[in-house]
C-alpha cells in the first residue's frame, strides 16, 4: 500500500505536537542547566503519575490470583465434601 501526500498530512494532523500549543516558548530560551533541571522534573512528574497506576495494576493483579487459588481450594473441598456426602 502506498501512502501519498495526502494520507501523510492526515497522519501528520493526527498527531499531537511536540510542545503543547499552550507551551511559554520562552522556555526555549532558557540556559541549558535551567532547561535540563525543566525537563527532569517534568519526567519525574510523568514517571510519578504513571507509577500509580502502575502499581493498582500489579496489586490487582495479586488480588486476582489470590482470588483465583481460593475458588480453586473452594472448588477441591466441595468435591470432597460431596463424596463424602455420597457414600
Known sequence: MMLVATDLLLYRSSLSPVWPQDQDLSKLSMSPPALLAELQSQLHETQSSLAT??????????????????KREVGALRQLVEKRSGT
Open 53 to 70: 497506576p502502575a502499581d493498582k495494576a500489579r496489586m490487582l493483579e495479586t488480588v486476582i490470583a489470590e482470588h483465583e487459588a481460593i
